[in-house]
């Protein structure tokens, strides 16, 4: 018999990709550290003419007008490193990493690993409205796929080490293990098994310690204490994550729009990032809030301490900075951005039902949370990594009512409103679909037992050709492949129509003569999976399927598998009334007439 990978196999394989996706992980917490310095550093020569890896807001610059040149040569040496470097560093990066997963085998190139975080670090330090994350994900990701390349592996491992480096960036900057591993299922592995789960939770445990190290071991978004919201504040929350689930559709259609008007012009791509750049710099000379990473300006709307005029004029400015600058195909990240965004609409929200109704218990900072975490959810539909997230950022053990309350309202408002997301609507439009769902493998769940049929044909071995020929001439059977026994009833091997018919084959020839030994055979627990990969390795049309004692108690074809396979589709999908009410209620008259009888 042809044998599979045994658990033996699969484990130590399995402790070999835990093992490269821990060594992944301690890179990019290193890359990390170093990609967060180098944007202070170009951030304080761009705006305050030092030498300096301490962090400084661009907001504080005394630049004047000057401010709006500054993102624009930004810009043009972005523009520059995508020409004549690669023009995979364009984007914010998940998008593009999900589109090697599905479309190229998980494979990046190696360029990626340096061109992406040195290109984000201009692009950010130079003022650009993103924050650190995006980048450090697609370079983490071509760090796993670089060294996935590397190693003699599968494409499926591949992708599994891509992942792995991926969320490690994540949880290298935010210190949210927990929110990398539901980021890998929702939006790069596309599964959820041992083998793809492990490795990536290694990693983003890696991560988060290098986070704890390098970087502030508290939360990394730290905010007032909140408190358990009453049934009334939390049917208000959910609502908000209404509100906040319509925006990210607006804000999602209009990044796109911009995407496209950018497409319209009649100058080279290479000149967008700069064009995007003047105008980002234009914004930040009359809001210079929007400037840079901003993780400041999501500290301080969760504080909920900020002005009404203030905030409104951050989440506008913010939005409109950002969109242009991600349409324009400059190098950054969209997560801290979304966050600045919801978080923003969420206070103001909050604050306009709190102002209307002062006594519905609403809580500013908390209003911030869930709108935080609800445009996250809507604009990119990955639920649960949503909710973990602003859990882990900020320690608030007491939003989780909430925040899954507003999720699940913005989800609800993405899913039927929107085809696809701010993650996955460029590789769409590419023709590149992006699967939504993570359903168990229907052969994995069914037997051989259950397809088994009665229809095939098994012969034996010491019958003449002569008398097979005339049986299948009797029998008019079209199969093109048959089992063969011996005197005893055990399975010998396999024989096709092709070598009963062949002309110049002497008819008094048997069959155990010329039969083709096979090691090929199933049991009728096994599931169908396992037979299908049987199948597909050697080019068999049928199994034989054998007894503890070694005999053959039927066979298996390719067609059972599709007849069972299918019916067990239109079973899931057929509707069914399993208990019915009228019946029910008849039941009961007649129990009813029943009892009365007795009595008279």
Not at 61 to 70: F, Q, R, T
Request: glycine share 10%.
């Amino acid at each position: 018999m042809v044998q599979l990978p045994n658990n033996g196999a699969l484990k130590k394989r399995l402790l070999l990709i835990s093992a490269l996706s821990i060594a992944v992980a301690l890179a990019v917490c290193v890359i990390a550290r170093l990609l967060v310095w180098l944007i202070n550093i170009i951030t304080n020569i761009s705006f305050y003419g030092i030498f300096s890896t301490a962090f400084n807001s661009p907001s504080a610059n005394h630049l004047g007008l000057w401010v709006i040149i500054i993102p624009a040569i930004g810009g043009i040496m972005v523009g520059l490193m995508a020409l004549y470097g690669s023009a995979a560093i364009r984007g914010h990066g998940i998008p593009e990493a999900m589109e090697q997963i599905l479309t190229n085998q998980s494979r990046i190139k190696p360029s990626i690993t340096f061109l992406k975080p040195i290109s984000s670090a201009i692009a950010i330090g130079t003022g650009g409205p993103f924050g650190a994350e995006g980048p450090i994900i697609a370079t983490g990701g071509a760090l796993g796929s670089t060294i996935g390349q590397l190693f003699k592996i599968t494409s499926n491992e591949r992708k599994v080490l891509l992942a792995a480096g991926a969320t490690a960036g994540m949880a290298a900057i935010f210190g949210t293990p927990i929110a990398g591993v539901f980021l890998a299922i929702e939006l790069l592995l596309f599964e959820f098994s041992p083998k793809a789960i492990l490795p990536v939770a290694l990693a983003c445990i890696t991560g988060a310690a290098g986070h704890h190290l390098l970087f502030d071991a508290g939360p990394v978004f730290p905010m007032p204490n909140l408190t358990t919201p009453t049934n009334t504040a939390l049917a208000i929350y959910s609502f908000i994550g209404l509100i906040i689930g319509f925006l990210s559709l607006g804000l999602t259609k209009i990044v796109y729009l911009v995407e496209d008007t950018f497409e319209k012009l009649p100058v080279h791509w290479m000149w967008w990032p700069a064009i995007g750049g003047l105008t980002v710099g234009a914004i930040g000379y009359f809001a210079p809030h929007t400037l840079g990473v901003g993780y400041d300006n999501i500290i301080n709307v969760l504080s909920g301490t900020m002005s009404l005029m203030i905030v409104i004029r951050l989440c506008l400015f913010k939005f409109l900075s950002w969109a242009i600058a991600l349409g324009s195909g400059t190098s950054g990240g969209t997560l801290a951005p979304l966050l600045t965004i919801g978080g923003a609409g969420g206070a103001i929200i909050g604050g306009g039902i709190l102002y209307l109704f002062p006594q519905s218990g609403l809580s500013i900072p908390m209003a911030a949370l869930v709108g935080m975490s609800a445009m996250f959810a809507g604009a990119s539909r990955a639920y649960l990594t949503s909710i973990t997230f602003a859990l882990e950022a900020t320690m608030q053990s007491h939003a989780l009512l909430p925040l899954l309350g507003a999720c699940t309202a913005a989800y609800l408002v993405s899913f039927f409103m929107m085809e696809n997301t701010i993650m996955t609507e460029k590789i769409a439009r590419r023709g590149v679909f992006t699967p939504d769902s993570f359903e168990a493998d229907l052969l994995a769940k069914l037997t051989v037992e259950q397809a088994l049929s009665n229809d095939a044909l098994v012969l034996s071995g010491h019958h003449t050709i002569k008398e097979v020929r005339n049986c299948l001439k009797i029998n008019n059977d079209r199969a093109n492949d048959f089992v063969v026994l011996n005197s005893e009833g055990k399975f010998i091997g396999t024989i096709g129509r092709n070598d009963i018919f062949t002309n110049g084959t002497d008819p008094e020839t048997k069959l155990s003569d010329i039969v083709k030994s096979s090691h090929l055979w199933l049991r009728n627990t096994d599931a169908l999976r396992k037979a299908v990969e049987l199948m597909a390795k050697q080019t068999a049309e049928i199994l034989p399927v054998l007894s503890s004692n070694g005999k053959v108690t039927g066979v298996l074809s390719y067609r059972d598998i599709l007849s069972v396979y299918k019916a067990q589709l239109d079973e899931n999908e057929r509707a069914h009334i399993h208990i019915s009410l009228k019946r029910q209620r008849l039941k009961m008259l007649v129990r009813g007439r029943n009892h009365v009888n007795l009595n008279d």
